[in-house]
């Protein structure tokens, strides 16, 4: 038999009982679990599932969020100084008098906007809803290893969530210091610079007992026969996503907590000797460092863009297998990249700060590393492409945002590397050009995933499908509006307009050929925002009136969708665990009925090669 050798159990198996005990599934024997309260069943649940909607739903809300504010900067930048037609003067005398978007506030919004959609949207939707939810279902585990656990890292994140918003309410507003909370200028910034702070140590915290969990359960709760190299790639890639996210933010937690001390307790972590504030030397010890920061904020950021964007290719892999009714070209390929791609996140950090006057010898180390880890991506991103390469492909609605996805995240990553370069970078670093390219790894790369991976599994949480039609005028409204907002900035960057300028460039000379792009790309992302109704509309009509599907609905190979009913069992995932026999991706093997085999299905005479 060809996998039989492979079919002896890991070593799994006797924690998984442990788990299963905890966990029991439905078991005629013993009757239904009983049904836990309101509270236990919707809010406090311990449920991954139910969780993973939380986490969901929180994220969608956020991402939401981060997007309105977003659209009232757009405005600003398209018309500078002129007053906000309607609402405008919704937002308080401070902010926008008659209607005027006043600096302080553009910078409110622009910090806000980046924390919210990293830390409180793609994140959290990427790995605590899609990591959540289908992880122990694919790897065939009752839940998750913690399931307590996983409960507070899901209310932590909310904590931070509220901070973050109530830091708007506080005097003089929200963090004005960008996402990244440089100092000196964070360090003496008003009081939402304080709440930030505040806000991303719950957010740090959350994200690590999220990732204890994710490796526990992965290493531990694996069913029968499903070996590592038996991993749906989406396993894998919330596996590397998991330990990236484990190692990287203990230094930026401790670097907040130094940042609160120099702004609370008079510290000078990072404050040098001498700094003059409006004219007067501030009266601080000094001594301190910013450049130590912008190395903890680094040490953490660059492994978080990979947080972004693993995630997001393992729902790629899973939708293109799916839909190509092939195998994935080059499973190992994929594995090893990912893997090799999460070490060497750990030393680029330092091509973010190539203008610091790091020094030959440094800069060339990081350039060299920045060249090194394209090489993964681009194994990545071939293989996908590769992939694709005779199939017979579906062009559902997920395919679609799937399909979408390769070359967006393609231009992302290759603008990436003249910023790996420190010739090149010198001229880009902190203009549009930047911003074009980050927006194109994580809006129609990341985002366009994640709507992807929601059409794909909205059956298996429901039980019902989207809207195909609705779907697909979606998709294409997202991704060409998309392209009309970030492609631009590419122009606009490369003409030397600076990022973080309020009015957009105005009053520069060096942007006067491109700043006519300003109006095009704000009313690109106002059309993006009504791109988005029929996806809303969509949303909340298939959860009522979705065309109901069978439990394996994509006719896929993974056990998510062929050991388990849609949705799931409530607590416990399977009517019975499954034990694993084959690879991920066995579709079209020849000999077949069918063009799948699930990965639970036990292998019979005609399987034999
Ligand atoms: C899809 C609609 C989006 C639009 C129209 C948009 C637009 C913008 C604009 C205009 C800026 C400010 C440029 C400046 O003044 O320097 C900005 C900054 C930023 N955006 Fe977005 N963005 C979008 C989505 C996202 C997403 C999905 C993410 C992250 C996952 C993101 C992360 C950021 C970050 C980190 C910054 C930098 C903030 C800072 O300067 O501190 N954006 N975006
Ligand atoms: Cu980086």
């Not at 092939?326 to 190539?354: C, D, E, T």
């Not at 490369?494 to 060096?510: F, H, K, N």
């Not at 491109?514 to 009509?541: D, G, K, R």
């Not at 607590?571 to 499954?578: D, R, Y």
Request: glycine share 10%; charged share 10%.
């Amino acid at each position: 038999m060809a996998n039989g050798a492979k079919d002896k159990n890991t070593h799994a198996a006797p924690e998984l009982d442990e788990a299963q005990a905890a966990h029991p599934t439905h078991d005629p024997g013993h009757g239904p679990p009983p049904e836990p309260g309101f509270w236990r069943k919707y809010v406090f649940s311990t449920d991954h599932k139910v969780i993973g909607i939380q986490y969901g739903i929180t994220a969608l809300l956020f991402l939401l969020i981060g997007f309105c504010l977003v659209m009232l900067m757009r405005w600003q930048l398209a018309y500078p100084g002129e007053a906000l037609p309607l609402i405008g003067k919704l937002f308080g005398e401070a902010n926008m008098p008659d209607g005027v978007m006043q600096p302080e506030f553009y910078n409110q919004l622009g910090a806000m906007h980046g924390t919210i959609m990293v830390f409180l949207g793609i994140v959290p939707l990427a790995v605590g809803a899609f990591g959540n939810y289908v992880v122990p279902l694919q790897i065939g585990a009752p839940d998750m290893a913690f399931p307590k656990l996983n409960m507070a890292s899901y209310w932590v994140y909310f904590l931070g969530g509220v901070v973050m918003l109530a830091s708007f309410f506080v005097p003089a507003g929200a963090a004005k210091a960008g996402w990244t909370s440089y100092p000196p200028l964070a360090d003496i910034e008003t009081m939402g610079q304080t709440m930030w702070l505040i806000g991303m140590l719950f957010l740090i915290t959350s994200s690590l007992l999220g990732a204890v969990n994710f490796l526990t359960t992965i290493i531990q709760l694996r069913a029968p026969g499903m070996t590592f190299m038996r991993m749906p790639f989406f396993v894998w890639a919330q596996f590397v996503t998991a330990f990236l996210l484990l190692l990287a933010f203990p230094p930026l937690e401790a670097a907040a907590i130094f940042q609160l001390m120099d702004r609370l307790a008079g510290t000078s972590f990072f404050l040098p000797s001498g700094l003059v504030v409006s004219g007067e030397v501030l009266d601080v010890a000094g001594g301190g460092s910013p450049l130590l920061w912008q190395h903890l904020f680094w040490f953490l950021a660059h492994p978080e863009v990979y947080v972004l964007i693993l995630p997001a290719m393992g729902i790629v892999a899973e939708i293109i297998a799916n839909n190509t009714r092939k195998p994935l070209w080059g499973y190992k390929a994929l594995v090893y990249s990912v893997i090799f791609l999460g070490f060497m996140s750990f030393i680029v950090w330092a091509h973010h700060m190539f203008i610091t006057g790091m020094g030959t010898t440094i800069s060339a180390f990081f350039q060299v590393t920045t060249m090194i880890i394209s090489i993964p991506s681009v194994v990545i991103l071939s293989a996908l492409f590769i992939s694709l390469w005779g199939g017979s492909i579906r062009f559902t609605t997920p395919m679609l945002f799937a399909l979408g996805f390769l070359p967006m995240f393609g231009i992302g990553g290759l603008t990436g590397l003249p910023l790996g370069l420190a010739p090149t970078d010198i001229h880009l670093h902190d203009t549009y050009y930047v911003i074009g390219h980050f927006h194109y790894v994580v809006a129609p790369g990341t985002i366009i995933a994640l709507f992807a991976g929601i059409y794909y599994w909205f059956p298996k949480i429901t039980g019902r499908k989207m809207n195909d039609r609705l779907g697909k005028i979606h998709f294409w409204g997202t991704i060409l509006f998309m392209n009309g907002i970030f492609f631009p900035m590419f122009i606009q960057g490369m003409a030397g307009v600076s990022r973080r300028l309020y009015d957009g460039g105005q009053v520069y000379q060096i942007a006067e050929p491109v700043i006519h792009y300003n109006e095009f790309m704000s009313i690109c992302a106002w059309l993006l925002a009504l791109a988005q109704i029929p996806f809303i509309i969509n949303f909340f009509m298939s959860l009522k009136k979705g065309e109901k599907v069978e439990a394996n609905v994509w006719k896929a190979t993974t056990l998510e969708w062929s050991a388990a009913p849609s949705p799931p069992v409530a607590h416990g995932n399977f009517p019975k665990l499954p034990t694993v026999h084959r690879g991920p991706y066995e579709y079209s093997v020849p000999g077949h009925d069918r063009d799948y085999l699930p990965q639970d299905e036990a292998p019979t005479v005609a399987v034999e090669r």
